[in-house]
């Protein structure tokens, strides 16, 4: 088949319906009668926070491109205006599905002693204590607004919770025409959801908006409520920086966060049954469209599920904790200077501690032997360790410098308070590099040890953050192998400088060369295969979408080769299509950790190379983006990585097969049961108990007996 044949639209899936039928798959999770319900709330909430997202960049751009009258196909052969229709139908039915997974989660959990009442089934005693409730607690910090009287409308923030109320004016004469209009109280974000009532031996809620919408007329004297609905607006949040007109990039990132407030409305969520009066209303001030509006029936924003599964005392309705286990390289080893100057070690989160990455750091912030540390931060926990850590080894007078990547989406208000704590401490930081986002994750350690200068370096497929650290699977590597430490030392002159690209050891750097290694790989895969030994690639990521990356792979599948990949989001590569992706399977896996390594495997004729990244096969971290990818050099390491992806692409629990034309069915359960993720934790386990049944035991020699 001619090369240009593999540009068609019908190979590829649309990046968004790919990226819906994701979340669809965590849906499943929380629609899954077999997991405890507080799991299955979570995941339901992890369904809203996921769309929310989604809408506010993902569908805003369309929209714009819509509005711009772009006509431009993407890959798939599907317009602006296709895709939003096909968005919207899709989502439309996800939602649906999603309040009616919440309602049947809300009345299990009535069962267990946990009751959150709609305002029809509160009591007398209920509708008291919240009226109590509301005029101490909530009418003080609320803010009623009269929107329809005001000119400009007051500005109602993306995301937030509005209960908006229909209101007859009672103190008109008596023989005027009452007037009626539309105001809004914005529901306070300060304030938790759920709001506890009066239980006889179980937990009783009653929901915050509904306490307000009951009580409203307490906000608005002289005022009749006729109506009250509640609603939510997503704004577009996709406002770009270009940081080559912005003098001060600081700044410039706050004004573009402040700017998603006043963006176009995306989405109107819009409790089911809403007076019509206001819906219009609504309908008319956001200048939305039909089709960007959801009726919710029951809750909106799910998101507040998360307060329901953090309640104390429900263990049973959770599923097992899975403590993080002492990383197996360095059982036994007491000094970690020591352990890495021995041996690579290998890193594996959530299943192993996150500690040791915290812990090397916080050693050198006050080690007299560690003149200088380097490392990117692309996003962090809220009280970072290792922030904290990088603080106290700048005020010492080390020689620190960090790249704080601004334009991380989301975190940017965050890693701008970060930057600036970081320079108070003496810190250099570096704002990222103009025109791209530094997406990679490394770290080096410049120490003297015995009158030589000796590096240490921890290179990452996840963020320094030790809270998703213990909820996102990660590998991490921890070495003082010479070519990658040098390798490394290049890359921050290279972020830090003027400095050219190099040629590199053992890293290859995104965006100079990394794709193209990627193609290299799968070609040398193809020259290597033979009928009696074909090729195999194997590979675990978040995403694959870039096209040149999906058209090599189709070419290897037509010479014979074997590859096989897990890819837990995105994936606009069609398998299973005649005479071009044969030989191609993919699963994916969602589970209680949320995927996030990426693995690259190649036999490479028995010469196996495993290499593990930073970087997903997207065309944005591939071009626009700074990224890294290493090699597993030791042997043991890269053979105990290979059983780690084999355990991936062998689940047969939790792993779903994509089909050729874009929708998920559950992989074929053939042998015994295999979860990947349970199956990885009890490894974790064994090997920290073999290590300590094998310690060698050691017995003092005693003098002899005389005889």
Not at 375 to 386: N, V
Request: one cysteine or more; charged letters at 25%; glycine letters at 6%.
């Amino acid at each position: 088949m001619a090369k240009d044949s593999l540009k068609t639209p019908d190979l590829f899936i649309n990046r968004e319906l790919s990226w819906l039928e994701f979340n669809n798959r965590v849906l499943r999770e929380g629609l899954n009668t077999s997991l405890p319900l507080l799991e299955r709330a979570k995941f339901l909430a992890i369904v809203s926070s996921n769309l929310d997202e989604f809408f506010m960049v993902r569908v805003a751009g369309l929209m714009q491109q819509r509005a711009a009258k772009v006509r431009k196909r993407d890959f798939s052969g599907l317009s602006p205006a296709a895709q939003l229709t096909r968005i919207s139908q899709r989502a439309h039915t996800m939602v649906q599905e999603q309040s009616e997974g919440i309602s049947a989660v809300l009345q299990a959990l009535q069962e267990e002693g946990i009751h959150v009442l709609p305002a029809q089934q509160w009591a007398q005693e209920d509708r008291d204590h919240l009226t109590q409730y509301f005029v101490k607690q909530i009418l003080p910090i609320l803010t009623p607004l009269a929107v329809e009287d005001l000119d400009p409308v007051p500005l109602l923030p993306g995301l937030q919770l509005q209960v908006a109320v229909l209101l007859e004016h009672t103190s008109e004469e008596a023989n005027d025409t009452k007037r009626r209009n539309v105001a809004v109280v914005p529901v306070p974000t300060q304030l938790k959801r759920f709001i506890p009532l009066a239980g006889d031996g179980c937990l009783r809620f009653a929901l915050l908006e509904d306490v307000i919408a009951a009580n409203a007329e307490l906000a608005f004297p002289g005022c009749r409520v006729e109506a009250a609905t509640c609603f939510r607006i997503t704004r577009d949040a996709d406002v770009g920086v270009r940081d080559d007109d912005a003098g001060d990039l600081l700044h410039a990132i706050e004004e573009a966060v402040l700017a998603r407030r006043r963006r176009a409305a995306v989405r109107l969520e819009i409790a089911a049954a809403a007076n019509q009066r206001i819906r219009k209303w609504l309908t008319r001030w956001l200048d939305v469209r039909i089709e960007d509006i959801y009726e919710i029936t029951g809750m909106l924003d799910a998101t507040a599920l998360w307060q329901l599964v953090g309640l104390d005392g429900f263990d049973k309705l959770r599923s097992p904790d899975w403590p993080p286990q002492p990383p197996r390289d360095l059982i036994g080893q007491d000094d970690l200077w020591e352990a890495v100057q021995d041996h690579d070690v290998l890193l594996f989160h959530p299943y192993e501690s996150f500690d040791p990455v915290v812990q090397i750091l916080e050693q050198a912030a006050t080690d007299p032997n560690v003149l200088a540390i380097k490392q990117t931060l692309y996003r962090t926990s809220g009280d970072s360790p290792i922030v904290r850590a990088l603080e106290r080894a700048g005020q010492t007078g080390k020689e620190v410098t960090v790249l704080v990547e601004l334009k991380a989406r989301f975190d940017e208000a965050r890693n701008v308070n970060w930057a600036r704590r970081l320079e108070d401490a003496g810190c250099h930081v570096i704002y990222g590099i103009a025109n791209y986002k530094t997406h990679s994750k490394a770290l080096l350690i410049v120490r003297r040890e015995s009158g030589r200068i000796r590096r240490y370096v921890h290179l990452a497929t996840g963020n320094y953050n030790d809270k998703t650290a213990r909820l996102y699977s990660d590998l991490g590597l921890l070495t003082c192998d010479r070519d990658i430490a040098t390798d490394v030392s290049s890359f921050f002159n290279l972020l830090t400088g003027y400095s050219e690209t190099v040629g590199w050891s053992k890293l290859t750097i995104a965006p100079t060369g990394l794709r193209q290694r990627f193609l290299d790989l799968i070609a040398r895969e193809v020259q290597v295969s033979t009928p009696d030994r074909p090729g195999l690639i194997m590979a675990k990521v978040n995403s694959l979408q870039d096209a040149e990356i999906i058209r090599a792979l189709y070419r290897a599948s037509q010479a014979g080769v074997k590859i096989v990949l897990n890819v837990r989001g995105i994936c606009c590569l069609r398998p299973g299509l005649k005479g071009i992706s044969d030989n191609i399977e993919v699963t994916s896996i969602v589970d209680r950790f949320l995927e996030h390594s990426r693995i690259f495997y190649f036999r490479n004729g028995g010469h196996e190379e495993v290499y593990l990244g930073s970087a997903d096969w997207m065309r944005r971290n591939l071009s626009r983006r700074l990224e890294i990818l290493f090699p597993v050099v030791d042997r043991n390491l890269r053979r105990r990585v290979i059983d780690i992806l084999e355990t991936y692409l062998t689940d047969n629990v939790k792993s779903r097969r994509l089909l050729s034309d874009g929708t998920y069915e559950p992989v074929a359960r053939t042998g015994p049961k295999i979860r990947a993720q349970e199956q990885l934790y009890r490894n974790a386990v064994e090997a920290v108990r073999l290590a300590e049944t094998s310690a060698p035991q050691f017995r003092p020699i005693v003098r002899p007996k005389e005889t």
